[in-house]
């Protein structure tokens, strides 16, 4: 599969996915559809306002004491017959998973869609072991049979329409496994029942499963998983080894807490009013599930993003996608040009954070967004996403180069606006060239982005305060 | 009653027309209002753009330059948010008078939904993104734009979808502000109406400037010019 090292900035990115209008069809119906879903979903709760303060409160709680829960969680696995293995960054938690694969002296291994496990690059690093990782969830299935990126959290093919995916699978099915049925169509259960097919023999054969989790509850040490489609119960019941790599944001402290988040969840996430599947399990036993459980504590920069006061609220994000699916920016960029597993406004502040803002794609993240605030009015962890954008923004224009011409102008203009001569001076020079000033396609900067598209307004005779002085003094 | 008013230095510079839109408006209810000359800018671009640092003595300045006012009127949802919101964090020094956008200010304030206008044409009522999450103006607007004389207010599609401006997102990332602008224009046109009024002007010189580019057939307008609009001067 391809990885996101080496991203264009976000703005080069969605250049190209502005222009490609099948994409941005496909986008808009997808998303508003999801989004009108939801809205009903959420306004069926009466106490849905509460429930997000409770969810929030729960997350902020747990993350201001998570040293405590962690400690609490590793004792209550162990004790329920699971190991405990704790990864600085990616490149320690593939090891630790590659490691742990080899031990059991097996090449391959079934996965539950997982979002920790993408953004550590887990399976083109056991890929370099000699380890193939089988993708189980039907839409990691087509990104992964297709050599390509996710670009939704919750549906990482929604960039792909049935035509595209029936070619995918009558092309690429044979070399993973069971090819796809003769005359295969692109009706949604032809595609459905070709996946189950390829997918059975995988469960069947498969000895150890790579999952991440929702959730994991300190309290018993018991790890909750949400799907729709049975893979993941496949996955988590069927072979003899379960590695989880979970982030250790994702700890609650009991399963009371666990109440909110599962009315928070499926009605932010898939619209329903519970998921299909919902899986728990606690360490190991034998005779019924994996008798061997691996939990990878990951941090990959969970600990710095913690440390910072505006942008741990980040930390508190359940993966749901309700805010990708309300971003107009998401509509129109796609889910490719955030350059991350977690595109979106939530991946705008999340990236940046976890992966530092040296790279042009991280530099360019927390600008991609007009700050509308659709993405945090649908928060169910209340994530107020502007805040962290611009909070970024400051982070970024202090750490990064390329802002000197931006940081001079910022300067000046805050000069003349505190300097009432100067404004007054500057605002006369504007109004007297105004016949001058062209309104149409500028050759170069601001202006040219301005005017590719734009028209610039033409200046008044006479601004507001000349009027005021000749009317009211 | 004694306000000020706080045209904004967009509105002063490019769009004079609603302020003083604002001060007939306000006049003509019996509001005594005053421009405090020393006015500039709130200091959001420079906030929002990550420069909280040149945003500070903005808002400290807003402070000085509007002490001792009962009120603050703002024709802007936008730079109204930003000073109620964001000024009082960035300084112990930039707390305001208490800062109304213009229908807060009709509607909580003066109590008045009929302000005896005339404005005989189909408008659209766009929603702009801070004033209707930030500042949650509601129906304020509109229940407004429904008591105008002559005034027939249409829906418009996806009203709630933001228009692509977002400050120094419309240049730095102009693809996307394109698209989205494009997609705002095409529901304006679809809607019927003849002009498509907003309480920002920020996001209406966006939105008009995409419309005369595509010489599509919808006029952009600031709310407080239809609010201002009589019989006597039309």
Redesign the interface.
């Known amino acids: 599969m391809k990885t996101d090292v080496g991203m264009p900035s976000?703005?080069a990115a969605?250049?190209v996915a502005?222009?490609d209008t099948q994409l941005?069809a496909n986008l808009t119906r997808a998303t508003h559809t999801i989004r009108d879903k939801r809205a009903k979903a959420v306004a069926e709760l009466e106490d849905w306002a509460e429930l997000r303060e409770a969810g929030k409160q729960i997350k902020d709680h747990t993350l201001r004491h998570l040293d405590r829960y962690l400690i609490q969680l590793e004792k209550a696995v162990t004790a329920a017959g699971g190991h405990v293995h704790w990864a600085g960054d990616a490149a320690e938690a593939n090891r630790i998973v590659a490691d742990l694969v080899k031990a059991t002296g097996e090449t391959e291994v079934v996965k539950v869609k997982s979002m920790a496990t993408q953004e550590i690059g887990l399976n083109e690093a056991l890929a370099a072991e000699g380890i193939t990782a089988y993708e189980t969830d039907l839409a990691e299935l087509i990104v992964q049979l297709g050599d390509d990126r996710p670009s939704h959290i919750l549906v990482p093919a929604i960039h792909r329409n049935r035509t595209e995916i029936r070619e995918i699978f009558r092309t690429k099915m044979a070399a993973w496994g069971r090819p796809a049925p003769e005359n295969l169509t692109d009706t949604p259960a032809d595609l459905a029942e070709a996946a189950r097919l390829h997918l059975r023999e995988k469960f069947l054969r498969a000895k150890v499963a790579v999952s991440g989790a929702n959730f994991m509850i300190a309290d018993t040490g018991t790890l909750v998983v949400l799907e729709s489609e049975g893979n993941g119960r496949m996955c988590l019941t069927l072979p003899e080894t379960l590695i989880s790599v979970v982030g250790i944001e994702k700890i609650i402290p009991t399963w009371q807490d666990l109440e909110v988040f599962l009315q928070l969840l499926p009605r932010s996430s898939t619209a329903e009013r519970m998921n299909p599947y919902t899986s728990m399990w606690t360490g190991a036993s034998d005779g019924d599930g994996p008798s061997e459980f691996h939990l990878v504590l990951l941090d990959n920069g969970r600990t710095d993003t913690l440390a910072d006061e505006v942008g741990r609220q980040a930390l508190r994000c359940i993966r749901c996608s309700a805010c990708l699916n309300v971003c107009?920016?998401y509509e129109?960029?796609g889910g490719h040009a955030y350059g991350s597993a977690y595109p979106g406004p939530i991946g705008a502040i999340l990236s940046p954070q976890l992966r530092g803002t040296a790279s042009e794609i991280d530099a360019s993240l927390?600008?991609?967004?007009?700050?509308?605030?659709?993405c945090?009015?649908v928060c169910p962890v209340a994530i107020d996403i502007p805040e962290v954008l611009?909070h970024l923004?400051?982070?970024?224009?202090e750490n990064e180069p390329g802002?000197k011409a931006?940081?001079a102008a910022?300067?000046a203009?805050?000069y003349?606006?505190?300097h009432?001569a100067a404004?007054r001076a500057a605002?006369a020079v504007?109004?007297k060239t105004r016949k001058l000033q062209p309104k149409?396609k500028l050759p170069i900067g601001?202006a040219k982005?301005?005017t590719?598209?734009?028209?610039?307004?033409e200046?008044?005779k006479?601004?507001?305060?000349?009027?005021?002085k000749e009317t009211?003094r | 009653m004694r306000i000020a008013l706080f045209v904004t230095c967009v509105n002063d510079v490019a769009f004079p027309g609603t302020g003083i839109a604002a001060v007939r408006v306000l006049e003509r209810l019996g509001v005594e209002v005053d421009f405090p000359e020393a006015q500039t800018c709130c200091g959001q671009m420079q906030y929002n753009t990550g420069y909280p640092a040149e945003a500070r003595p903005l808002a400290e300045k807003f402070a000085r330059d509007f002490r001792g006012y009962e009120a603050i009127v703002v024709p802007s949802g936008s730079c109204g948010a930003f000073i109620r919101d964001i000024h009082p964090r960035l300084s112990a020094a930039a707390e305001p008078p208490p800062v109304y956008e213009l229908t807060e200010f009709l509607l909580d304030v003066l109590k008045t939904e009929d302000v005896g206008a005339y404005f005989p044409h189909r408008v659209a009522y766009h929603p702009t993104c801070h004033s209707s999450r930030l500042l949650k103006l509601g129906d304020r607007p509109t229940r407004l734009l429904s008591r105008v004389e002559g005034l027939e207010l249409v829906e418009l599609p996806g009203a709630e979808e933001c228009c692509g401006f977002g400050g120094t997102f419309s240049v730095k990332n102009p693809d996307v502000s394109a698209a989205m602008g494009a997609d705002k224009v095409a529901h304006a046109v679809a809607s019927g109406a003849e002009f498509l009024v907003a309480a920002d002007n920020s996001c209406l010189m966006h939105i008009g400037g995409t419309a005369r580019r595509a010489a599509a057939p919808i006029k952009t307008l600031h709310l407080a010019e239809v609010l201002a609009a009589t019989k006597e001067k039309a």
């Not at chain 1, 927390?366 to 659709?374: D, E, F, I, N």
């Not at chain 1, 923004?393 to 224009?397: K, N």
């Open positions: 976000f703005p969605a250049r502005t222009k941005r107009p920016v129109r960029a927390p600008y991609a967004s007009t700050l509308c605030g659709a945090y009015e611009v923004r400051e982070r970024v224009v802002h931006e940081r910022m300067k203009a805050t003349a606006m505190t009432p404004y605002e504007a109004i149409k601001p982005a301005w590719d598209s734009r028209d610039l307004p200046l008044p006479q601004t507001f305060r000349q009027w005021w009211h």
